[in-house]
């Protein structure tokens, strides 16, 4: 007899928990999430726009010219101005910090973790990079992890040694 999911009940949640769902939501009502252009305009007025995705994802897809790459498993760290870890920019509690991820989902629970630091203008690109590319902004790349090396071809590279 096959498995399936229809028939293995969901396990039972412990009391107070919730899912991710209503965290993100909860994450989200807390936010002033900026659309790509409305982001854009903020970065260019001195908001720091900090691109948390991990360092292959930038590569894989590109980058917006300027951002900040801090990655999302220290991200608290470098912004908490009581923080010894802390970047340079990180001066106060009242720096403009949008936070970009590759679609804006992990940026919404990154900016709300920001606002729990005390840094209450924090907030996200809805759509993240995917839409900033959609829309047109300014972007770099992708660009190959590796520096990519021509091959010749085994006929044409010469007499094998021994």
Do not use: K
């Not at 936010?31 to 908001?47: C, F, I, K, N």
Request: glycine content about 8%.
């Amino acid at each position: 007899m096959q498995v399936t999911a229809e028939r293995c009940p969901a396990p039972v949640p412990p009391p107070g928990s919730r899912g991710i769902d209503e965290i993100l939501a909860a994450a989200r009502a807390r936010l002033d999430r900026l659309d790509p252009e409305r982001a854009h305009l903020a970065y260019r007025a001195g908001a720091l726009l900090v691109d948390i995705r991990p360092a292959a994802q930038r590569a894989a897809h590109g980058v917006v010219p300027g951002s900040l790459a801090v990655e999302r498993n220290v991200l608290e760290w470098r912004f908490d101005p009581r923080c010894a870890a802390r970047l340079p920019q990180a001066v106060d509690y009242d720096v403009p910090v949008v936070i970009l991820c590759q679609e804006g989902y992990t940026s919404s629970l990154a900016a709300a973790a920001l606002q729990d630091i005390g840094l209450h203008r924090a907030t996200d690109v809805a759509g993240g990079f995917a839409a900033w590319r959609i829309a047109g902004l300014p972007a770099l790349g992708p660009t190959p992890l590796h520096r990519a090396f021509p091959l010749a071809s085994p006929v044409t590279a010469g007499p094998a040694r021994r």
